[in-house]
């Protein structure tokens, strides 16, 4: 008999709709529930494609017994995560804070008033089901600790630290640089050890941090991590695209699940590399991580599913290990064993039950013997089970997907990452722009309640911009323009920086704001970027402005933790580098080859506008006319332009000087 959950549209709330769990989704009616019933309320918060949570969903969600307790004692309530990342921000705050490290799947116990009183993560039949009696029993017997309880962390919950501006100068920046080296693994790339997480904006500062300074060793700690993730286990050699993370320091072994916002944060990182240092691989992994987005991300509505799950069948793994027998199977004795030597598959294996996860050290020689056997495993691999995918449209990994891509198509020459980005952005900007305002998700061309928060203003608007520099459509311009002003307007802090949720928006027990550049980009530094790429395209100054003042919110941390600020030290690097204006005007041959010409400079600082003479809507095109009837490149280094050029040589010297 399905619960409540059976009317939601995340896909993960979806998967607990057969439990015998009397599940309510997060809203008043649970609350007014527990209120009516005098209970607490257990509040589990996951996503779909979190292992650890089918793991308590199969050991307890779907156990009679528990559920009888979960029933009889509490009112159950299920998040998801990624569809309302503002409740999981607030409640992941006072786990951490309670126990000293949080994770998912997220176990909360509120009062009525969603105060929470006592927090962890995952727990094991035996200890949930004890935990729910000690809990049931302390709320029937001892209120009075639990409300003092749940009094200080509502109070601790409810002071928004301090944190005192700090410009991120260049001294800032090549300190946070030198920070990272101390802490670099130079033996397997990454940093730290083991769990090892991609760490995309980090690298991508610093990719900037080289091109601003010509630091060897910056260069040096994205190649050698590059090429450990993309030779190693983390990434599926036959399919492309990458893993959430690897559970060894060597990036053998990965955490199979594949999430949106990890490829399309490393699809442009890989790009940068490329452009900057013509990289082979890094071209390949571009390429095949741009199809594997398309391919196996893409939605029937021309936007990106959120990610595909670690398990096949209940087994983690399952769809992408091999043993040499099974290669030997599919190939053939003697290919067999050349693919198992090319793959560094075992006799032991690297992975569970003799299996391995598949390597590659070096491309091998015969290109064509790659070629066909790697479309007879990726046959072969079709027919086992295979994992079951998130296919919720998140507004904020989707602009991450529409920057990563339309950059691809211009740099790679490949109009159909182009397309496939301005499709995304079509969809997005007309099923989730209700009334003016971004909703957080949609599935299957509904959207969601869920309201936008300040990383979906961020990100959407950054591939907007970086849309409208690819196509020199004036449209994106313009809306990313309109999302900026909203963020302006709703999410900014007076003391700096901008909240995670609007001022509008549902009240909780505290209002967060996250400063810290994890997975993804913060909402701060998500929109400080944005903000400051809309500034150096149009030159508005209360836009600079803006960006400078999001960063200076954020500087503290990012200079002190350069591994929990990435984004914001990467945006610091655009900033001081910047703005550098390319505006070319014209429409031949020769206009395309001085916009590739600008395209090819790795600036942190670049922004290129594309079209006719005083196209309406492209500021930087304004009172750039033609040179002597032919195209021509203008270039501008803080609003101050040089004169103009014609030709691809001069253009490459006026980028140089």
């Known amino acids: 008999m399905p619960n409540r959950l059976a009317t939601a549209t995340s896909p993960y709330l979806l998967q607990h709709a057969q439990n015998p769990v009397d599940w309510w989704e997060w809203g008043p009616e649970a609350f007014a529930e527990a209120k009516r019933r005098d209970t607490p309320i ?257 939605t029937e509505e021309d936007a990106f599913a959120s990610s595909l799950d670690a398990d096949a069948a209940g087994r983690e793994g399952s769809t992408y290990v091999w043993t040499q027998a099974e290669l030997v199977a599919v190939l053939g004795p003697d290919d067999g064993a050349r693919a198992a030597a090319a793959f560094v598959v075992t006799d032991t294996g690297t992975f569970e039950r003799g299996a391995s996860t598949l390597q590659l050290p070096a491309d091998p ?73 971004l909703r957080r998700a949609s599935r299957d061309g509904v959207v969601g309640r869920a309201a936008g928060v300040a990383d979906d203003y961020g990100n959407l608007a950054e591939g907007l911009l970086a849309l409208h520099q690819a196509t020199g459509e004036p449209h994106w311009l313009g809306a990313a323009g309109d999302l900026l002003e909203t963020a302006l307007t709703r999410f900014a802090d007076p003391a700096g920086g901008f909240f995670d949720v609007a001022d509008d928006a549902e009240a909780l027990v505290a209002r967060p704001k996250n400063l810290a550049d994890n997975a993804e980009p913060a909402g701060t530094s998500a929109l400080a970027g944005a903000l400051l790429t809309y500034a150096a395209l149009t030159g508005s100054t209360r836009h600079r402005a803006a960006a400078d003042d999001a960063l200076a919110a954020a500087g503290l941390l990012a200079a002190q933790e350069p591994r929990f600020g990435g984004w914001t030290l990467a945006v610091a690097e655009a900033a001081l580098a910047g703005p550098l204006q390319v505006a070319v005007v014209g429409d031949d041959d020769a206009a395309h080859e001085l916009a590739a010409a600008a395209w090819a400079s790795s600036s942190p600082g670049l922004v290129v506008a594309t079209g006719a003479p005083d196209a309406p809507g492209v500021p930087l095109l304004a009172d750039r006319p033609l040179v002597g009837g032919s195209s021509a490149a203008y270039v501008c280094r803080g609003f101050v332009c040089d004169m103009p050029v014609t030709t691809t040589t001069e253009l490459a010297q006026a980028l140089a000087g």
């Not at 799947?105 to 009062?111: G, I, V, Y």
């Not at 301005?422 to 969809?427: D, F, G, K, N, Y």
């Open 42 to 298: 257990l509040l589990s918060v996951g996503y779909a494609a979190c292992h650890w949570c089918h793991v308590m969903a199969h050991e307890s969600f779907e156990d009679a017994d528990v559920a009888a307790a979960l029933n009889r004692d509490f009112v159950a309530v299920k998040v998801d995560r990624e569809e309302r990342p503002d409740i999981d921000a607030v409640y992941m705050q006072a786990t951490t804070a309670l126990t000293g490290q949080g994770g998912w799947p997220m176990t909360c116990f509120l009062t009525p008033d969603a105060v929470p009183f006592f927090c962890g993560t995952y727990f094991a039949k035996p200890q949930f089901l004890a935990l729910l009696a000690g809990v049931s029993e302390a709320w029937t017997a001892r209120r009075p600790e639990v409300l003092a309880s749940s009094g200080k962390i509502a109070e601790f919950l409810g002071q928004a630290a301090a944190v005192e501006p700090a410009a991120l100068d260049a001294a800032a920046l090549d300190a946070g640089a030198t920070r990272l080296r101390a802490g670099f693994d130079s033996r397997h790339g990454g940093f730290g050890g083991a769990p090892k997480f991609p760490p995309s904006m980090v690298l991508e500062f610093l990719l900037r941090h080289h091109a601003r300074t010509g630091s060897p060793s910056s260069l040096a700690m994205v190649e050698r991590t590059t090429t450990a993730m993309a030779r190693g286990g983390l990434y599926d050699q036959l399919a492309g695209g990458f893993a959430r993370y690897a559970v060894d320091a060597s990036w053998v072994v990965p955490h199979f699940e594949k999430m949106l916002y990890d490829n399309a944060q490393l699809l442009r990182v890989f790009l940068h590399l490329h452009r900057l240092t013509g990289s082979p691989l890094a071209a390949r992994v571009v390429r095949e991580t741009a199809d594997f987005l398309l391919r196996d991300l893409g």
């Open 365 to 437: 020689e015969d290109a064509d013997w790659w070629a066909s056997t790697r479309a007879r495993l990726l046959t072969a691999r079709a027919e086992r089970p295979q994992p079951a995918r998130d296919d919720k449209v998140v507004t904020s990994w989707n602009g991450l997907a529409i920057a990563a891509l339309a950059e691809a198509g211009t740099l790679l020459g490949e109009p159909r990452y182009t397309a496939a980005a301005r499709a995304c952005a079509e969809l997005v900007l007309d099923r989730h722009l209700v009334d003016g305002r």
